[in-house]
């Protein structure tokens, strides 16, 4: 356990905080209005290795190789220079701290920490911290990791769960949410759409998938992973028959078989850790997902209830009247792909490069994304 504490003054900042992996989802933009939910678990924490905020330089102003030295192998619009290692909090674990007035960036419905740090320590005014609540941005705090100190305190360290107990008591992500918008005519309103999570999550892994498919047709499992992937995979690859193949493997999933290409694999939620297999034959790339993601792939829900005849069975799905359902096919988060894609060495080949310039230009991407 951890709190966090001014390093001008040592005021403590923060309630007592256990380490996490970043989400995945940590930087989504989602929607238009959209008021997506806090970002972290209370009482956790998570590091963002990436530079966050400004100031800012615009890609022709990068020379390549620094770029790359940056971890950015093709072009983006802007590269952010700020000090990366950022600290990750749930807002409501804050502590010592105000708000600086007029640094409201340039928010719609709340801050957006585009002016910089916009929280102060209340006892010796230093700026330590970025708040972000804006619409269609997940609520966080970000301190800053040149002005606080992290410092262990008394309390229960212990060790991250095993990948059997994860298993056992992890928790699915659901494929539907329902989702709060701003300014609806009677207030706050709400509609049903695909979880943010899911769709962030499909946009990293299909950044993986891609380059996992060096160039040729690839097949996943059918059911849900197929209604995730396989018609991004089909848009963005060559035509013809599968030339590579994809599967879903994990602790307490059968050993695969060795025609798998691609393993589709869940992230340690608290490490950070991707799952592997213990002796790969042949060496397969590996996919990583969230572990709740890949926990609903693995068990996924039923689709289509089927109207009985007498009593109803217990296993029947009993929602009356039925719950609202997306009125589109789901999409990977385009943000988060891109994000993904660029930052993975492999773009650098000409076909991927050719697929990142069809994107911009439009092709596909408006059905996809």
Same mark, same amino acid.
């Given at each position: 356990?951890?709190?966090?504490?001014?390093?001008?003054?040592?005021?403590?900042?923060?309630?007592?905080?256990?380490?996490?992996?970043?989400?995945?989802?940590?930087?989504?933009?989602?929607?238009?209005?959209?008021?997506?939910?806090?970002?972290?678990?209370?009482?956790?924490?998570?590091?963002?290795?990436?530079?966050?905020?400004?100031?800012?330089?615009? !890609?022709?102003?990068?020379?390549?190789? @620094? /770029? %790359? *030295?940056?971890?950015?192998? &093709?072009?983006?619009?802007?590269? #952010?220079? =700020?000090?990366?290692?950022?600290?990750?909090?749930?807002?409501?674990?804050?502590?010592?701290?105000?708000?600086?007035?007029?640094?409201?960036?340039?928010?719609?419905?709340?801050?957006?920490?585009?002016?910089?740090?916009?929280?102060?320590?209340?006892?010796?005014?230093?700026?330590?911290?970025?708040?972000?609540?804006?619409?269609?941005?997940?609520?966080?705090?970000?301190?800053?990791?040149?002005?606080?100190?992290?410092?262990?305190?008394?309390?229960?360290?212990?060790?991250?769960?095993?990948?059997?107990?994860?298993?056992e008591n992890g928790e699915k992500?659901?494929?539907?949410?329902?989702?709060?918008?701003?300014?609806?005519?009677?207030?706050?309103?709400?509609? !049903?759409?695909?979880?943010?999570?899911? @769709? /962030? %999550? *499909?946009?990293?892994?299909? &950044?993986?998938?891609?380059?996992? #498919?060096? =160039?040729?047709?690839?097949?996943?499992?059918?059911?849900?992973?197929?209604?995730?992937?396989?018609?991004?995979?089909?848009?963005?690859?060559?035509?013809?028959?599968?030339?590579?193949?994809?599967?879903?493997?994990?602790?307490?999933?059968?050993?695969?078989?060795?025609?798998?290409?691609?393993?589709?694999?869940?992230?340690?939620?608290?490490?950070?850790?991707?799952?592997?297999?213990?002796?790969?034959?042949?060496?397969?790339?590996?996919?990583?997902?969230?572990?709740?993601?890949?926990?609903?792939?693995?068990?996924?829900?039923?689709?289509?209830?089927?109207?009985?005849?007498?009593?109803?069975?217990?296993?029947?799905?009993?929602?009356?009247?039925?719950?609202?359902?997306?009125?589109?096919?789901?999409?990977?988060?385009?943000?988060?792909?891109?994000?993904?894609?660029?930052?993975?060495?492999?773009?650098?080949?000409?076909?991927?490069?050719?697929?990142?310039?069809?994107?911009?230009?439009?092709?596909?991407s408006a059905a996809l994304f």
């Amino acid at each position: 356990m951890f709190v966090f504490v001014c390093a001008g003054c040592g005021a403590m900042l923060t309630t007592a905080l256990s380490q996490v992996a970043l989400p995945v989802h940590a930087r989504q933009k989602y929607g238009n209005g959209a008021q997506l939910p806090v970002l972290m678990e209370p009482g956790t924490f998570a590091v963002d290795p990436e530079p966050w905020g400004g100031p800012w330089r615009m !890609w022709d102003e990068v020379d390549p190789g @620094e /770029a %790359a *030295a940056r971890g950015i192998y &093709a072009a983006v619009y802007a590269l #952010s220079y =700020g000090t990366p290692g950022s600290s990750v909090i749930a807002p409501g674990d804050v502590r010592g701290t105000r708000l600086i007035p007029g640094k409201r960036g340039g928010a719609c419905c709340g801050l957006d920490g585009a002016d910089g740090p916009n929280m102060a320590c209340e006892r010796c005014d230093l700026p330590v911290a970025t708040r972000v609540d804006d619409c269609s941005l997940w609520q966080v705090v970000r301190l800053g990791p040149d002005v606080v100190h992290r410092v262990p305190v008394d309390g229960t360290h212990g060790a991250p769960l095993s990948w059997a107990e994860l298993v056992e008591n992890g928790e699915k992500t659901p494929l539907f949410e329902p989702i709060a918008t701003w300014g609806g005519r009677l207030g706050t309103d709400h509609y !049903w759409s695909w979880s943010p999570r899911w @769709e /962030a %999550a *499909a946009g990293h892994a299909l &950044a993986h998938l891609l380059v996992a #498919s060096q =160039g040729q047709p690839v097949k996943v499992p059918g059911g849900l992973t197929a209604d995730v992937f396989q018609r991004a995979l089909d848009a963005l690859l060559p035509a013809g028959p599968p030339q590579r193949r994809a599967l879903l493997a994990g602790p307490g999933q059968p050993s695969q078989d060795a025609g798998a290409d691609i393993l589709l694999v869940p992230v340690h939620p608290q490490t950070g850790r991707t799952w592997t297999p213990v002796d790969p034959t042949p060496p397969a790339y590996v996919v990583p997902l969230p572990l709740g993601v890949w926990l609903r792939l693995i068990s996924p829900p039923p689709y289509f209830p089927v109207p009985p005849s007498g009593r109803i069975p217990m296993d029947v799905l009993r929602d009356d009247p039925l719950p609202l359902l997306p009125n589109h096919l789901f999409r990977p988060d385009q943000g988060t792909f891109l994000h993904t894609l660029v930052r993975l060495p492999a773009v650098r080949s000409p076909w991927l490069r050719r697929i990142l310039e069809g994107h911009k230009e439009g092709a596909a991407s408006a059905a996809l994304f």
